[in-house]
T-cell receptor, first 115, second 115 residues
């Protein structure tokens, strides 16, 4: 079985400060990991993914994430947050060695960046 | 423009009255999926389809039906809606690749209220 946890419901940061959104996962093998963002009244948009290779993944809008196999984590980071980064962020995991094609999402983390 | 469309965007209905939410994508994607989003629970997968005439249950399929007669369309059917199906629903599509490693494209969402 696969699962993903986002331990923080909310993250508040000041504009210009670093932003981190945490994600941990559980799969039986090597995971496929994804980050999506949801702006108010919109569908989800893809930010970045880890499939294989370099543990540091760079994505859209200046975001990056680091895959850490020993800690089973895939935290999303941005060096300098903007007010426009305020949104709901979802981490998702898929076990490519599983016998189905499900994708499991975390509960989401609301990010608020204050001016 | 590459997109996933859903209709209707908003729907208020009564218990037991059959309804269908349509989903269509113009990217020739093999994989399509339905999710429901509830506060504190994130996105939960209802059904997915790997290709035409191939559908499978996600994590919360009870009370829902789907069909995939054409590659571009993946309607969600609630034959006898109940108040616990009040939720925000998202359709998504993606390429499959070898192990479903591609990101998903999401529709704008359908907010359903069952009274």
């Amino acid at each position: 079985a696969q699962s993903v946890a986002q331990p923080e419901d909310q993250v508040n940061v000041a504009e210009g400060n670093p932003l981190t959104v945490k994600c941990t996962y559980s799969v039986s093998g090597n995971p496929y990991l994804f980050w999506y963002v949801q702006y108010p009244n919109r569908g989800l948009q893809f930010l970045l993914k880890y499939i294989t290779g370099d543990n540091l993944v760079k994505g859209s809008y200046g975001f990056e994430a680091e895959f850490n196999k020993s800690q089973t984590s895939f935290h999303l980071k941005k060096p300098s947050a903007l007010v426009s980064d305020s949104a709901l962020y979802f981490c998702a995991v898929r076990d490519p060695e599983g016998n189905d094609y499900k994708l499991s999402f975390g509960a989401g983390t609301t990010v608020t960046v204050r001016a | 423009e590459a997109q996933v469309t859903q209709n209707p965007r908003y729907l208020i209905t009564v218990t037991g009255k059959k309804l269908t939410v349509t989903c269509s994508q113009n990217m020739n994607h093999e994989y399509m999926s339905w999710y429901r989003q509830d506060p504190g629970l994130g996105l939960r997968q209802i059904y997915y389809s790997m290709n035409v005439e191939v559908t499978d249950k996600g994590d919360v399929p009870e009370g829902y039906k789907v069909s995939r007669k054409e590659k571009r369309n993946f309607p969600l059917i609630l034959e006898s809606p109940s108040p616990n199906q009040t939720s925000l629903y998202f359709c998504a599509s993606s390429r499959t690749g070898r192990h479903l490693e591609y990101e998903q494209y999401f529709g704008p969402g359908t907010r359903l209220t069952v009274t």
